[in-house]
């Protein structure tokens, strides 16, 4: 098995030098030009990055994540939902790192084998950081009109993180 994807990986280097020379392509100097749009792309997306982490950290420090925890305890305790996955639901859609950092912590608050652990990375593996892709990739390319792409990203955010915690619940509780 390891040797066949191998085998795929190969021939895909291969195949992009190889059907560059085969259309008489300048091929370094298409590297080149990549490389150097490239960088203008990251240099323009650096604002975006630190905005939004810089908002991300004033909610972090403001205890916004423990209010909303403790307010909505009550209503998620109904339907047996951790409430400790919260931060991550919110979390989710506006960064990938912060929700790291808070699967990181839900890890080592209830332990690895918890519900509240593996519900919030069965989470994490069904969302997106929709904000995120919306802002720097969309933002990278020129795209002016994202209205409905915002829409339906969050619309599928809701879906994973509504299917991961019904199979969580009842696959481990």
């Known amino acids: 098995m390891i040797a066949f994807s191998s085998l795929i990986f190969a021939s895909i280097i291969l195949f992009i030098p190889l059907h560059g020379l085969s259309n008489r392509l300048d091929i370094y100097n298409s590297f ?5 749009n490239s960088f203008q792309v990251v240099v323009n997306i650096i604002p975006t990055i630190v905005g939004m982490y810089v908002a991300i950290g004033m909610l972090r420090a403001s205890g916004f994540f423990d209010f909303l925890e403790i307010q909505l305890d009550p209503f998620l305790s109904l339907f047996n939902i951790p409430a400790a996955i919260v931060p991550l639901i919110i979390m989710r859609p506006l960064s990938g790192s912060g929700s790291i950092a808070l699967l990181a912590e839900t890890i080592q608050y209830f332990g690895p084998d918890s519900i509240e652990a593996i519900t919030a990375a069965t989470i994490l593996g069904s969302t997106e950081t929709t904000f995120y892709v919306v802002s720097v990739y969309f933002g990278a390319v020129g795209v002016k009109h994202y209205r409905y792409s915002v829409a ?6 809701l879906a994973g993180i509504i299917s991961a915690i019904v199979v969580c619940k009842y696959l481990f509780l």
């Open 32 to 36: 080149l030009n990549g490389g150097r």
């Open 152 to 157: 339906i990203g969050l619309l599928a955010d």
